[in-house]
């Protein structure tokens, strides 16, 4: 009997979260703790595309490298995951609106980082979904649309970083301090999240302490929406999966029922 998964929200952070052991060992435990998916959806903050639109489903396209400055040896990471062809069918049908496929587009970073870490034999299928639009009401009504797949077997994670200031942080070490401004935003979304107050969270722009400097761009939080979208009850609290910070941004993950 295919067991009903949670749908995540994940800090995706970066090529070098693979080499830091809390981090790394943080997802790897999350992931041992849930039922083993059929499959996994990937919303990330990495891919941005409209109308709705689902990336490679056949096995063999390569993998992004979407980022720069790193070690060269980033760029040679492999993830060769199963097609999900199947997948993709299956959301064409939820959906009720046209959905276009990029057949050659790869999983990006942040889908395969963490994925790398939580599921490291790549046995899963994974397909990745671009996000449209970043407001807040309708991501969270493509995550209502796709709740189905959650009894289906099928991980569906919103992979992005609760706080992404990068243009304001002044040191690039792990164990940074975290700026004010993360913190904030930080323990505020956690509050709110928490009282299940999802009107004040889809206000953050408004509402949200350290703003706009969590989040000059808005890429990384708006698959938080899509993810509280696919919960059995909305204004019910997540479970906090991860906390703390990297590099000063907040990495805080969570799972909803």
């Known amino acids: 009997m295919t067991r009903k998964m949670p749908a995540l929200y994940i800090g995706h952070g970066a090529p070098p979260l693979l080499e830091d052991p809390i981090w790394s060992g943080e997802l790897a435990q999350w992931s041992a703790d849930l039922p083993r998916p059929t499959a996994i959806l990937v919303i990330s903050a990495h891919w941005e595309s409209a109308p709705l639109t689902l990336g490679a489903t056949d096995p063999g396209v390569g993998l992004i490298y979407d980022f720069g400055g790193f070690a060269p040896k980033y760029y040679n990471l492999q993830y060769p995951t199963p097609g999900a062809a199947d997948l993709a069918a299956r959301i064409k049908g939820l959906m009720g609106e046209p959905v276009t496929e990029q057949p050659n587009r790869g999983l990006d970073h942040g889908a395969y980082i963490p994925l790398m870490k939580m599921y490291p034999d790549a046995d899963i299928p994974v397909l990745q979904m671009s996000i449209p639009t970043h407001n807040p009401e309708k991501l969270f009504e493509i995550g209502r649309k796709l709740a189905p797949l959650r009894d289906e077997g099928v991980l569906i994670i ?69 993810t509280l979208g696919t919960a059995t009850q909305a204004d019910a609290a997540p479970q906090m999966a991860i906390e703390g910070y990297w590099m000063g941004l907040a990495k805080r993950s969570f799972q909803v029922a």
């Open 158 to 226: 919103g992979s992005g970083f609760l706080t992404h200031g990068l243009p304001f942080l002044k040191e690039f070490r792990i164990e940074a301090t975290p700026p004010g401004w993360s913190v904030e935003f930080d323990l505020w979304a956690k509050e709110v999240l928490e009282r299940g107050a999802l009107d004040e969270l889809m206000d953050y722009k408004r509402l949200a302490p350290g703003m706009p400097y969590a989040h000059p761009t808005v890429e990384h939080f708006a698959p938080i929406f899509i």
